[in-house]
């Protein structure tokens, strides 16, 4: 069992960054890709971005590209998502999320472990 417990949303101005961490409670943490989602009111469950086990590949959705950076400390079982330039179309809740073996890393339904989110509201 992987419990992952989100923090660093808030509340920030369009053009601002935030910080998002992701800490994992498990030893193998280094054998799980993870990857952060984001879902709007209303909307389905978005993919963010996605990071793998050794942090050797990275995998970014369009909207975000070249905006957010996904990094990961194995050594501290964290996973990090930096956002920059933020929008207010950025505005949701973000959830990091486990995964473990060969599998898509974009696809929500292939992730074995969620944590609940952490709220990110950007007002422009």
């Known amino acids: 069992q992987v419990h992952l417990v989100e923090s660093g949303g808030g509340l920030v101005q369009a053009g601002g960054s935030l910080r998002l961490s992701c800490a994992a409670s498990?030893?193998?943490?280094?054998?799980?890709?993870m990857g952060w989602f984001r879902q709007a009111p209303g909307k389905e469950r978005q993919f963010v971005a996605a990071?793998?086990?050794?942090?050797?590949?990275?995998l970014y959705d369009d909207s975000v590209k070249g905006r957010f950076t996904i990094s990961r400390d194995n050594a501290k079982n964290t996973v990090y998502l930096q956002m920059n330039s933020l929008k207010s179309d950025d505005t949701a809740l973000y959830y990091c999320?486990?995964?473990?073996?060969?599998?898509?890393?974009?696809?929500?339904?292939?992730?074995?472990?969620w944590g609940q989110g952490t709220q990110v509201t950007v007002s422009s």
């Open positions: 999320a486990a995964l473990r073996g060969p599998r898509s890393l974009s696809l929500p339904a292939l992730y074995d472990y």
């Open positions: 498990v030893r193998t943490f280094g054998t799980y890709a």
């Open positions: 990071i793998t086990s050794t942090g050797g590949r990275t």
